[in-house]
């Protein structure tokens, strides 16, 4: 069966410093893997996916994650965080071999908390 | 393309009311998906749809729910009769190919009174 796991409800972090938002899998074939971001009283919004490739993905709003399948894991980075990333943030994973019709399966969310 | 259309944007009704909500999803997108989002519960798939037919409806929490899609353009999640309970956020997304993400309405906040 497939599942995501982001193991922190909230993540603090202090302008500038660099955040991490940690996010675990599991499928049984390869991996497809998203992040999105929720900002308040707004939908979600694609952040980036890992399909295949460099492990390294970068995308929206200078975010990054890197894709590690020994531990398999897809963290969320950012070197230099800003007081604008404060949002929910979202995993999601779908099986490439098409499992649960090829839906993704999203986690519980991370609440990113920047602080000036 | 203007993306993924909710409409109302907010709803307030009354305990016993009827209540629709209404999603036109991306040109060309051949899935559709209902959600419902609660501070409780977080992110819930109440049903979805494949090229406009139901394919699971495991999610959606009681009879009193109930989801349409009359054409590749239009979907309705309406609830009859409508409790406080049923106070959330409901999100409609649509997907494309495989490899592709979901895109996101901006939901459609309810409140039962």
């Known amino acids: 069966a497939q599942s995501v796991a982001q193991p922190e409800d909230q993540v603090n972090v202090a302008e500038g410093n660099p955040l991490t938002v940690k996010c675990t899998y599991s499928?049984?074939?390869?991996?497809?893997l998203f992040w999105y971001v929720q900002y308040p009283n707004r939908g979600l919004q694609f952040l980036l996916k890992?399909?295949?490739?460099?492990?390294l993905v970068k995308g929206s709003y200078g975010f990054e994650a890197e894709f590690n399948k020994s531990q398999t894991s897809f963290h969320l980075k950012k070197p230099s965080a800003l007081v604008s990333d404060s949002a929910l943030y979202f995993c999601?994973?779908?099986?490439?071999?098409?499992?649960?019709?090829?839906?993704?399966?999203f986690g519980k969310g991370t609440k990113l908390s920047v602080k000036p | 393309d203007a993306g993924v259309i909710q409409s109302p944007r907010h709803e307030v009704t009354e305990m016993g009311q009827e209540v629709t909500l209404r999603c036109k999803p991306i040109?060309?997108?051949?899935?559709l998906f209902w959600y419902r989002q609660t501070m409780m519960r977080g992110l819930e798939l109440l049903i979805y749809?494949?090229?406009?037919?139901?394919?699971?409806d495991s999610g959606m929490p009681e009879d009193r729910f109930s989801a349409k899609m009359p054409n590749a353009s239009f979907s309705t999640l309406k609830i009859q009769p409508s409790e406080p309970r049923d106070s959330a956020v409901y999100f409609c997304?649509?997907?494309?190919?495989?490899?592709?993400?979901?895109?996101f309405g901006s939901g459609t906040r309810l409140t039962v009174v």
């Open positions: 997304a649509s997907r494309g190919p495989i490899n592709y993400g979901y895109t």
């Open positions: 499928v049984s074939g390869n991996p497809y």
């Open positions: 890992y399909i295949t490739g460099d492990n």
């Open positions: 999601a994973v779908r099986d490439s071999d098409g499992g649960s019709q090829g839906n993704l399966i």
């Open positions: 040109s060309g997108h051949d899935y």
């Open positions: 749809f494949n090229n406009n037919v139901p394919i699971d």
